[in-house]
C-alpha cells in the first residue's frame, strides 16, 4: 500500500505535495499488467480531489475491492484440493489477468492454490500455454509472469505428466 506522509508525499496525478490532514486516496500494486489503463494506480497516492476527479477512478476502486474480496484473508482457497491457504510460502495466485470475459483466460482471474497442489491441477497444462502466449502478446507488459511461467513449469515438471516435454 502506498504510504502517504503528510507534508512529503506526492499526489501521483498533480504533483503537488499531500499536505496533513488532507483527504487522501491510496492504492497498494494491484495491476499486474503495465499496459492496463489503471496501471497508473499501482502503489499510488493521490488527492482525494484528484483521485475522484479521474475518469478511471471508479473502476480503480472497483478492481481494488474485486482482489481485496477476491484473494483477501478468509478468502484463500485452493482450487485444486479446495482448502485454506494459510502458509504464505505455499500460496501462489494469478492475480487479476485479463478484463475481457470472451476471453480464455478471463476464467482464471485470481486463481489460487497452495504450490505443492499445482502439479495435481487439472488446468495446470492448459493454463501455462495462456499464460505464454499472453505474454508474447502485444497486450501484455510486466514482470508478474516472469514469477508466475517457472512456477507452473515446475509445477509441470513435478506432474508426473509424460506430456511435460512438449514445454
Known sequence: M????GGKTECGFCGAVIEGGQKAASFGSFVS?????????NDGAFHMDCFRNHPLAEKAEERWEELQRRLGPGNRVCVVCDKQIEDPDEYFTLWHLIDDPAAPLYEYNYTQAHSSCLPHWSELRKVYKLLKDLQSSKSWRGKVLEKILPELEGAMRNSGDDSNSAM
Open 2 to 5: 502506498a504510504i502517504i506522509i
Open 33 to 41: 499488467n503495465e499496459l492496463d489503463p489503471l496501471s497508473l494506480f
